[in-house]
């Protein structure tokens, strides 16, 4: 267990000691690799608090800007003219008239916003298109009768939202289920990596040829970009950063293992 808290001490403090990472023992590596998945899904656990409160708030901002209206025998009914409400995450049509073409108002379902659809007899909700859906064969447009729902009028709609919020406990929560996605994306980043390098010392006589070292070296020298990028994450979330671990990895790697000879 020493090794490993001297290793990721040097990460910061002693680079050059970092070649003894190639000579670390397996079960060594393997706890060390868990110790940075156990970080690298905190960064995926920011991603996801961040987008989820964003999307509280769109829904919130939206509640709040539509005019009175409310449902009767099943038809929409209000005072208010035809009107579009827009943020990052929804674009909302009040449209009691059924004035604006479907077709068209499904269009706005692009990039990352949700479309709703306020029609006379319907709400109509069409999801941001993507490739796994379409691939899928997974609808993304959704047709829901008034009769179907209760009472359902403006204010309902910001009661309802203006009620979200997210316990403590879903924090725990969304880590626990970050974990395997951090697995998958650090055995992904430190295996393409350690690969590359593998290629270009191919070409190289006094640079270390085995996979396993290459990986474990590889593994060790992820450690300070990760924490870096873990804490760029909290100022600024929603970024991918796994290029950016990728090149810090590839930068200290030759950096620290350009004189050494492995003969």
Known sequence: MADIINLFKYSFTDLPKLKKASLLSWNKTIVYFFLLMFTLAITITTDFWTFSDNLISDAQTISNRLPKFEVKDGQLQTEAEPSIFQTNYFIVTLDPKNQ???NEAETDASGQATAIILRQNEIHIILPSSNISENL?????????????????????????????????????????????????????????????KIVNLFSKNQIQYFGQIYKSVLVCST????????????????????????????????????????
Do not use: E
């Open 224 to 263: 300070s970009p990760i924490i870096l990028t873990t804490l760029l994450a909290f100022i600024f979330p929603s970024f991918d950063y796994t290029f950016i671990q990728s090149l810090m990895t590839c930068i200290l790697y030759y950096h620290i293992n350009k004189r050494t000879d492995y003969k």
């Open 137 to 197: 064969d997974q609808p993304s447009h959704l047709t829901i009768d008034y009769q179907d729902l209760g009472s359902f009028n403006n204010k309902s709609i910001q009661a309802a939202f203006n009620r979200l919020h997210k316990p403590g406990w879903l924090f725990l929560v969304t880590y626990l289920v970050a974990l395997l996605p951090a697995l998958i994306n650090l055995l992904y980043m430190t295996l393409m990596v350690a690969l590359i390098i």
């Open 100 to 102: 604006r073409d479907l």
